[in-house]
T-cell receptor, first 112, second 114 residues
Framework: GENVEQHPSTLSVQEGDSAVIKCTYS??????FPWYKQELGKRPQLIID?????GEKKDQRIAVTLNKTAKHFSLHITETQPEDSAVYFC???????????FGAGTRLFVKA | SAVISQKPSRDICQRGTSLTIQCQVD?????MFWYRQQPGQSLTLIAT?????????ESGFVIDKFPISRPNLTFSTLTVSNMSPEDSSIYLC???????????FGPGTRLTVL
């Protein structure tokens, strides 16, 4: 069945460094790729998303890239801050969002 | 984005009992979903709540265990039936906007079964 793999499971960086989280998906029909940030005890919050007709999207310190041929997409966080510490989930779905498959999550620690 | 609320926010229940979780949205939405998030784990889709018809369940989840209601476009309930400690999880509803694929999550219900 459909699957989304996410790496690494844990990532520790120094404040100010960059962080990269990578995901691969199996369903070639997937065309929508959101990223969620979940702080401890809180709900997942959408931070950025990308559609299959776009290769890259940026929003301030975060960017997402998509390689449809290789079925890879990645989240890049630059100039990390302690408040970026959270669990990040990638996801893949088809148009209409009828079924969204989530990656296993990456726990990001940003050390001050 | 829509404002989503869930009740209760948390509960501690005895095994063998049932708990009904409510999800309320401040605007009409087409798609409503129920997810389970076990401690330290990712989000697993339980079912899609369909307005006016039976919910669509994912593999591994059945209506007898997780009955769902969706009486209108702003409200849904998920019941966790005949609970066991393995049902201890966070249960989240999410809604999809009609104009995009984006899903927004409710605050979740933290369930502990003793």
């Amino acid at each position: 069945g459909e699957n989304v793999e996410q790496h690494p499971s844990t990532l520790s960086v120094q404040e100010g460094d960059s962080a990269v989280i990578k995901c691969t998906y199996s369903d070639s029909a997937s065309n929508y790729f959101p990223w969620y940030k979940q702080e401890l005890g809180k709900r997942p919050q959408l931070i950025i998303d990308i559609r299959s007709n776009v290769g890259e999207k940026k929003d301030q310190r975060i960017a997402v890239t998509l390689n449809k041929t290789a079925k890879h997409f990645s989240l890049h966080i630059t100039e990390t801050q302690p408040e970026d510490s959270a669990v990040y989930f990638c996801a893949a779905s088809t148009t209409g969002g009828f079924k969204t498959i989530f990656g296993a999550g990456t726990r990001l620690f940003v050390k001050a | 984005s829509a404002v989503i609320s869930q009740k209760p926010s948390r509960d501690i229940c005895q095994r063998g009992t049932s708990l009904t979780i409510q999800c309320q949205v401040d605007s009409q939405v087409t798609m409503m979903f129920w997810y389970r998030q076990q401690p330290g784990q990712s989000l697993t889709l339980i079912a899609t709540a369909n307005q006016g018809s039976e919910a669509t369940y994912e593999s591994g989840f059945v209506i007898d265990k997780f009955p769902i209601s969706r009486p209108n476009l702003t409200f849904s309930t998920l019941t966790v039936s005949n609970m066991s400690p393995e049902d201890s999880s966070i249960y989240l509803c999410s809604v999809g906007s009609g104009s995009s694929d984006t899903q927004y999550f409710g605050p979740g219900t933290r369930l502990t079964v003793l």
